[in-house]
């Protein structure tokens, strides 16, 4: 059995692998380790191992956490997961990062919730980019204008976009969502000036995810391990 030291690191080397084959610097491409379900003592192990960003799917249990390590002063919290509108406060007053936002009412209501002795908080706008009846997210076409209102909004600051792809693709499917959402990723990197990050890639479509310019890639199993 390996540790969540070793996992950690073999996901570390898979990046620097696959930036480096696509001519991409390894620096550009972060690791977000997902760990939700997993128990503090987890986040604790990649933490000694010199993980520092972590990303929670269930907003109860995410608050917990980030309470639990709150001593912590270098930890950088993710909420990845669906959000109703209830829990924005929550959200608001314990994360850095929510990479879940797909409609205005939840930006609006984050934004008038994300306290004043924080600095903004960052946001990507989820895109359901296979058009995916099961999956939030908004669709492409909706973009520009949820776009435009987190721009308006000072307590947000909009970091870029995240992704689920369907899951099991063909490889001709998986390239043509991965390289519709890096057009879409470009087309708005190239004109806003804190939008820098493509959250894309688990621990099973990392490799590909990077290849079509993924700066961030989210990965649990493969750092943790199977979750019950
Ligand atoms: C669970 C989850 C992940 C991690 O998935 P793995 O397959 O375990 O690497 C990434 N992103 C989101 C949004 C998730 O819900």
């Not at 084959?21 to 191992?49: C, F, G, Q, W």
């Not at 994300?114 to 009846?133: A, G, K, M, T, Y």
């Not at 804190?194 to 688990?202: E, I």
Request: glycine share 6%.
């Amino acid at each position: 059995m390996q540790t969540i030291a070793e996992r950690l690191n073999s996901a570390l080397k898979g990046i620097d692998q696959a930036a480096t084959s696509a001519h991409r610097p390894p620096n550009s491409v972060k690791l977000l380790a997902v760990s939700k379900t997993k128990p503090v003592s987890d986040i604790m192990e990649a933490y000694e191992a010199g993980q520092r960003m972590f990303g929670e799917n269930y907003v109860q249990e995410g608050v917990e956490k980030v309470q639990e390590l709150s001593h912590l002063d270098d930890l950088e919290w993710h909420m990845i997961g669906p959000i109703q509108s209830n829990k924005t406060k929550i959200v608001a007053e314990h994360f850095d990062w929510v990479q879940s936002v797909d409609r205005e009412k939840i930006a609006r209501r984050l934004n008038e919730q994300r306290p004043d002795s924080l600095p903004p908080l960052n946001v990507c706008i989820q895109v359901n980019i296979d058009d995916e009846e099961s999956k939030s997210g908004i669709s492409p076409g909706e973009l520009s204008s949820l776009i435009e209102f987190i721009e308006s909004q000072e307590r947000l600051t909009l970091r870029g976009l995240m992704a689920i792809p369907k899951a099991n693709p063909s490889e001709e499917q998986q390239h043509k969502s991965l390289a519709k959402l890096k057009e879409l990723f470009d087309h708005y990197h190239t004109s806003l000036s804190n939008f820098d990050t493509l959250s894309v890639g688990m621990s099973s479509d990392m490799t590909e995810a990077i290849q079509h310019g993924s700066t961030m890639v989210r990965v649990g199993t493969a750092i943790f391990g199977k979750r019950n």
